[in-house]
């Protein structure tokens, strides 16, 4: 199992460029999202998912998209990058209400947008 | 306000102190309260996991939820250097699907 990952890892953009950040699971869980982490905000939630074809606004979700047309699989995508969007990015998933909807997390995307 | 309310700390304590973390919520909803701990660029992981009051323990570690007064605990016995990271509470709803997380608590063991 290799649980949720993440690719990139590390990114630089250029303000008004474009970029997905991936996200995949093997744990077969139906309940997927996507968080930001700023300095001193804690992690707050930008999209997420609770099956394929469903997916919903999150606290922050100005600026991003996000689709999921299968279980596995959860992209989100920054359609004109500015530099407020820099931050350290993270996927989860869980198993949606069960075991208390405790999610997992990736290792994380850190994006840096100049 | 904030739902979950925690502090940022940083906290620092020698090696072998008990630590205590602590949130705060408004919400009479929340049923599930979480522990996350984070180590420095990596994502966070589950530690702890409560469902509505009481305590539970597991090793060095015991998580305390008191929801007539709003307040969740973490306690860290015989604190370890390989505890130093940053500690996130988090809680939901029964039935909801998405976690409220607290600021989170940057916490340094010294040896």
């Known amino acids: 199992n290799a649980g949720v990952t993440q690719t990139p890892k590390f990114q630089v953009l250029k303000t008004g460029q474009s970029m997905t950040l991936q996200c995949a699971q093997d744990?077969?869980?139906?309940?997927m999202s996507w968080y930001r982490q700023d300095p001193g905000m804690g992690l707050r939630l930008i999209h997420y998912?609770?099956?394929?074809?469903?997916?919903d606004q999150g606290e922050v979700p100005n600026g991003y998209n996000v689709s999921r047309s299968t279980t596995e699989d959860f992209p989100l995508r920054l359609l004109s990058a500015a530099p407020s969007q820099t931050s350290v990015y993270f996927c989860?998933?869980?198993?949606?209400?069960?075991?208390?909807?405790?999610?997992?997390f990736g290792p994380g995307t850190r994006l840096l947008v100049l | 306000q904030k739902e979950v309310e925690q502090d940022p700390g940083p906290l620092s304590v020698p090696e072998g102190a008990i630590v205590s973390l602590n949130c705060t919520y408004s919400n009479s909803a929340f049923q599930y309260f979480m522990w996350y701990r984070q180590y420095s660029r990596k994502g966070p992981e589950l530690l702890m996991y409560?469902?509505?009051?009481g305590n539970k323990e597991d090793g060095r570690f015991t998580a305390q939820v008191d929801k007539s007064s709003k307040y969740i605990s973490l306690f860290i016995r015989d604190s370890q250097p390989s505890d130093s990271a940053t500690y996130l509470c988090?809680?939901?709803?029964?039935?909801?699907?998405?976690?409220?997380f607290g600021q989170g608590t940057r916490l340094t063991i010294n040896p």
């Open positions: 744990m077969n869980h139906e309940y």
């Open positions: 998912s609770v099956g394929a074809g469903i997916t």
């Open positions: 988090a809680m939901k709803g029964q039935g909801a699907q998405k976690l409220v």
């Open positions: 989860a998933s869980s198993y949606g209400t069960g075991h208390g909807g405790t999610q997992y």
């Open positions: 409560t469902y509505s009051s």
